[in-house]
């Protein structure tokens, strides 16, 4: 059977699938989707002032031959090595789109060479339904390699594409330093969040939620350094500025656990943690918080714990 051929494939029609399918509209990107019927479906962003954009995509089964230049592989972290698996032999140039530590090296190992981008998404989403994210701010789409001088060229293909359709991107020649920002940000307001089960702006009401920020955030950083990550912002000063720009906001991984779902948690304090024990720091912080986490899990998702 004969592979078609595309410019970008996005892999996962969630929010950030849904808001880089808009941004790429004009490049006619394809989707890859578990609930994909090789048909076209109505993608829909919408904004507080009601709908942005919408309009049918070719969403294909994951089992379809389809071969693209660029995979945007915009799923949830524990799915990346699975969608890098799929799509081996398939795409020439991944970019991982998700939330997450440690992913980019894995895809690097896996892709070889040259190969493998990341990002960070600051532009802040809820769900509306299947194929269908609401804007709640706008933000920038950070993207970068390892540091090669191919992934960069790449990067700088991709933003240009995303920027003629509307959005705020850039690139830039190592994407470590904000990967990590983002990620100690994450570790912070993201447990805290779900534990409280509040918007991000408890972190500025709660003087006791803050204190677990700070020492998070050093925590963070403590190990961020250790690996040789040059950080371009105070982490703690990061955290209370991304809280107040979305103070209404609730957290993806609150969201993730009033849906009953899986978080992200292992690829963000439990990188942290991990880390931190391999290069002799001590995160116990961030250990708790994902000890924690995974103990909220446990009541919805451990099939052996709801039947005691």
Known sequence: MTQARHRYCILGLGNIGVLV???????SPIAISRRGKGRKEKIVLRGEGGEIWSGEMLV?????????DFALLALKAYDIPWGISLLSGRAENVLILSNGLGLIEEASKALGRGRALASSITYGLTSCGDFCAELRGIGEIIIGGPGEEMTYEKALEISGDIERGGGRARAVERIEPYIWLKG?????INPITAILNKPNGVLLENRNAMEIARMVALEGKSVAERKGVELF??????????AERTRDNLSSMLQDVMNRRRTEIDFINGYI???GMR???????NSTLYHLI????????DKNFLKK
């Open 21 to 27: 399918s808009y941004f790429l509209r004009h490049k």
């Open 233 to 242: 912002e105070e982490p703690f000063e990061a955290i209370i500025r991304v």
């Open 60 to 68: 294909y089964d994951i089992g379809a031959p389809v071969r693209c």
């Open 294 to 301: 995974k103990a909220v899990e446990s009541y919805y998702l």
């Open 273 to 275: 943690a991990s880390e």
């Open 279 to 285: 290069l002799g720091i001590d995160a116990r912080v």
């Open 184 to 188: 100690i940000v994450n570790s912070a």
